[in-house]
């Protein structure tokens, strides 16, 4: 980036600056002064020059004030930093696999979901498009941790990531969990952490389907669980490497499952056991004998299914995988100014309903 201030070039110079030094994820961005890194830091109690991971195949380090830089530029507000230092904490787990579906061929995405009380105090939405865009939190929070990946690795297109197709959810698939409207105990609940802590877990899938039942039942639902569910997305968990597929059951669906009070146990049991497929047995076109069909199961075990309530009123559910990796999740922690930090920050949306869509 060039020494003149930003008084002196304009922003679209300075975003064709970082664009050429392969900085920027594509998009338009805000431009990383002192001032904006300065003020971003006001979101955490770290100092600017402390590691808070290490990522890629060069184990190279990622301190606070790299990821301030990159938030500004993602367009983050400094409330975000504490959500943004655990995720990088989770993308420097080895356990997440995040080298893998940063550099695949197979086109991999970085999967958030966030849980806890910090959902409501960054007004993380959990409800109708979570997933999509328009909210604020979601998008630049995904962007910057995508983007701070992307810049302490070195990973480029062709050169390291070797995506095939690429992903358009690779920076920006996150949500929260709509706890508020879920049946069950919360994601991260389910995954060893308290109701009340914030967290943020991450997974490495490269596709995602949309699905709804054919008739609003139990049954129809747990049938359209597996129907739906693309015959190359197979999953296993195991020692050297996770193969995870999550549900994202909208809240309707959710209590049309509560109502036989079937338990997020007992709904992972009923997709292992009945997930089989038979595979084809047709003639090849290149001749030879007829493939020998066989039953071969989608879900390997209980602990290869994840269960999450995201969404908003209808009867659209989503199937994302096949994570190869983690999933890992990890506590937010927040600095010592954070309610004060809220308070300065918050913006009260007009446009999105935020009460009474489950009264």
């Not at 006001?42 to 301030?68: K, M, Y």
């Not at 908003?312 to 309610?339: C, L, M, Y």
Request: charged share 25%; with cysteine; hydrophobic share 35%.
């Amino acid at each position: 980036m060039s020494e003149r201030s930003e008084d002196e070039q304009s922003l679209a110079e300075i975003n064709r600056s970082l664009y050429r030094e392969g900085m920027t994820d594509g998009l338009p961005v805000i431009p990383p002064t002192e001032e904006r890194v300065k003020e971003m830091l006001r979101g955490t109690d770290l100092p600017r020059d402390h590691v808070i991971g290490r990522l890629g195949n060069g184990d190279s380090p990622l301190r606070v004030e790299q990821l301030a830089s990159n938030a500004v530029m993602a367009g983050c507000l400094p409330t975000y930093m504490p959500v943004l230092e655990a995720g990088v904490r989770a993308l420097a787990d080895p356990d997440s696999n995040s080298i893998q579906f940063s550099v695949s061929t197979g086109s991999w995405a970085y999967q958030w979901i966030v849980n806890g009380p910090v959902r409501d105090a960054l007004d993380i939405e959990t409800g109708s498009g979570a997933f999509g865009p328009s909210f604020h939190a979601n998008q630049t929070i995904a962007r910057a941790l995508g983007i701070a990946y992307r810049n302490t690795a070195k990973i480029y297109p062709g050169e390291k990531d070797m995506g095939v197709m690429g992903n358009p959810f690779k920076f920006s698939f996150l949500a929260g969990e709509n706890e508020e409207a879920s049946p069950w105990e919360p994601y991260h609940v389910t995954h060893g952490f308290e109701a009340e802590d914030s967290t943020i877990s991450l997974a490495g899938p490269n596709g995602w389907v949309q699905w709804f039942p054919s008739e609003n039942t139990a049954e129809n639902v747990l049938r359209g669980m597996i129907d739906n569910t693309p015959a190359s997305m197979r999953a296993r968990s195991g020692d050297e490497l996770n193969a995870t597929i999550l549900h994202a059951v909208n809240p309707y669906n959710a209590e049309e499952l509560e109502k036989e009070d079937l338990s997020k146990a007992e709904i992972k049991e009923y997709l292992v056991e009945n997930s089989y497929r038979e595979t084809d047995g047709q003639s090849s076109i290149f001749g030879g004998d007829p493939i020998t069909p066989r039953q071969v199961r989608q879900y390997g075990d209980t602990d290869a299914v994840k269960l999450a309530t995201i969404g908003g009123p209808g009867r659209v559910n989503a199937i994302v995988g096949t994570s190869i990796g983690g999933p890992v999740t990890k506590k937010i922690e927040f600095p010592d100014n954070w309610d004060s930090l809220v308070e300065e920050y918050s913006v009260e949306r007009e446009w999105v309903p935020t009460e009474g869509f489950y009264d």
